[in-house]
């Protein structure tokens, strides 16, 4: 078989989180073989096929976190139950993009907000411990529907 070798830009886990890449270059992550592009502006460019990454969090009660553009999923890992905890979706999506929500221990009331511009159904709710929520993000009307 007759073919020609490509080979993209690639660096560990800490290096790419610090690289700022020129726009549409592909890099590969050789700890978990992830890919990323770059934007041109976003150190660690944006991860391919996950929606955005997730974040990691340990919020107190009355806590509000607010996702930045093309976020995944944020897992939320507090000391104890959250009396309250507000969530502001990601300002910019790609169209069918997901964005989860889960936790190790109850959220009570979990108020889940759309970025500016946006729509979010389904925003107002209680999360179990070890529960979770997603909604996925529809382009053409800037809304973000509700899954589980």
Known sequence: ?????????RGNS???ASYTGPVAEIVVNTDDFTLHVQDGS?????????????????????TTLTAPAY????????????????????PDANDGQV???STTQA?????????????LIGGALLLAADGGVAWRFRAA????YRRF
């Open 1 to 9: 078989m007759s073919h020609t070798q490509v080979q993209l830009a």
């Open 14 to 16: 800490a290096e790419i």
């Open 42 to 62: 976003t150190a660690g460019g944006h991860p391919v096929g996950t929606g955005g990454g997730y974040s990691y969090q340990q919020p107190a009660s009355g």
């Open 71 to 90: 976020l995944g999923a944020y897992v939320i890992d507090p000391a104890a139950t959250l009396a309250a905890l507000t969530v502001v979706a990601p």
């Open 99 to 101: 964005f989860e929500l």
């Open 107 to 119: 959220i009570t009331a979990l108020s889940v907000s759309p970025a500016a511009g946006q729509s």
């Open 141 to 144: 009307n800037n809304t973000w």
